[in-house]
């Protein structure tokens, strides 16, 4: 017989496993009902342990909020193939596995948890959405974004956000019309800033220019033709 011997983790290693189980635990409940001896008991140490490797529970929990703003923020990588539309739903469909992943800590960050407010909160929040801001105009090959276009580019990372935070409270409209939805939203903000501007107008012409005539804007078109008529 063989008798197991329990490895001593190092500091960041022991680190690194509390955050990964704090954020477990935050993913499913909000972290308001989430104890320090919760924590402890599922990482299988004690309570002073953690206290040792982080001062409260409101240190943990912006470490694990840390790892999931870089896991977010990931989401919105999209190789530059094909057209618009497919590579905003893609990016869409990750966006909602991530709020689907971890949904009481999404909605306690958006809505107030407890680290809402400090510096740290918001400065990794503001780093997603700068994030996600970049990656857009990056798709849409604009490197000095005119003042319509990037009140467009940031009211719809907002949408984005507001429409998951509905979503959670019930899930009452299925997922993948939201994702396809929150596309032909980006596009229709587009077209009607379009509307007042040429430069914009010149962007809506290059954002369709390569779409299928059964891709994602096009649909969108296809859906208002037979609305109007």
Same mark, same amino acid.
């Given at each position: 017989?063989? =008798?197991?011997?329990?490895? !001593?983790?190092? $500091?960041? /290693?022991?680190?690194?496993?509390?955050?990964?189980?704090?954020? %477990? &635990?935050?993913?499913?409940?909000?972290? +308001?009902?989430?104890?320090? +001896?919760?924590?402890?008991?599922?990482?299988?140490?004690?309570?002073?342990? @953690?206290?040792?490797?982080?001062?409260?529970?409101?240190?943990?929990?912006?470490?694990?909020?840390?790892?999931?703003?870089?896991?977010?923020?990931?989401?919105?990588? %999209?190789?530059? %193939?094909?057209?618009?539309?497919?590579?905003?739903?893609?990016?869409?469909?990750?966006?909602?596995?991530?709020?689907?992943?971890?949904?009481?800590?999404?909605?306690?960050?958006?809505?107030?948890?407890?680290?809402?407010?400090?510096? =740290?909160?918001?400065?990794?929040? +503001?780093?997603?959405?700068?994030?996600?801001?970049?990656?857009?105009?990056?798709?849409? +090959? $604009? /490197?000095?974004?005119?003042? !319509?276009?990037?009140? @467009? *580019?940031?009211?719809?990372?907002?949408?984005?956000?507001?429409?998951? &935070?509905?979503?959670?409270?019930?899930?009452?409209?299925?997922?993948?019309?939201?994702?396809?939805?929150?596309?032909?939203?980006?596009?229709?903000?587009?077209? *009607?800033?379009?509307?007042?501007?040429?430069?914009?107008?010149?962007? @809506? !012409?290059?954002?369709?220019?390569?779409?299928?005539?059964?891709?994602? &804007?096009?649909? &969108?078109?296809? !859906?208002?033709?037979?609305?109007?008529?």
């Amino acid at each position: 017989m063989t =008798t197991g011997v329990r490895r !001593r983790m190092g $500091v960041e /290693e022991r680190r690194q496993q509390l955050i990964g189980v704090a954020l %477990e &635990l935050f993913s499913q409940r909000s972290p +308001d009902e989430v104890s320090i +001896d919760e924590i402890a008991a599922a990482a299988g140490i004690s309570r002073p342990l @953690v206290y040792h490797y982080f001062p409260g529970k409101l240190s943990l929990y912006e470490a694990a909020l840390k790892r999931a703003a870089q896991d977010l923020a990931g989401r919105f990588d %999209e190789p530059h %193939e094909g057209p618009l539309g497919d590579r905003l739903r893609r990016v869409m469909r990750r966006f909602f596995d991530f709020v689907d992943e971890h949904g009481p800590g999404f909605s306690a960050l958006m809505r107030g948890g407890p680290a809402v407010g400090s510096s =740290t909160t918001n400065a990794l929040v +503001d780093a997603v959405r700068q994030a996600a801001y970049v990656q857009i105009l990056s798709h849409l +090959d $604009v /490197e000095d974004p005119p003042a !319509r276009l990037e009140l @467009v *580019v940031r009211s719809w990372i907002s949408l984005a956000e507001s429409t998951a &935070l509905i979503w959670l409270d019930g899930r009452r409209i299925p997922r993948a019309e939201l994702e396809k939805q929150l596309v032909h939203d980006f596009a229709a903000l587009v077209a *009607v800033s379009a509307a007042y501007d040429e430069e914009m107008a010149g962007i @809506v !012409r290059r954002m369709v220019k390569d779409e299928p005539p059964d891709g994602a &804007l096009a649909d &969108l078109a296809a !859906r208002l033709i037979a609305l109007a008529s």
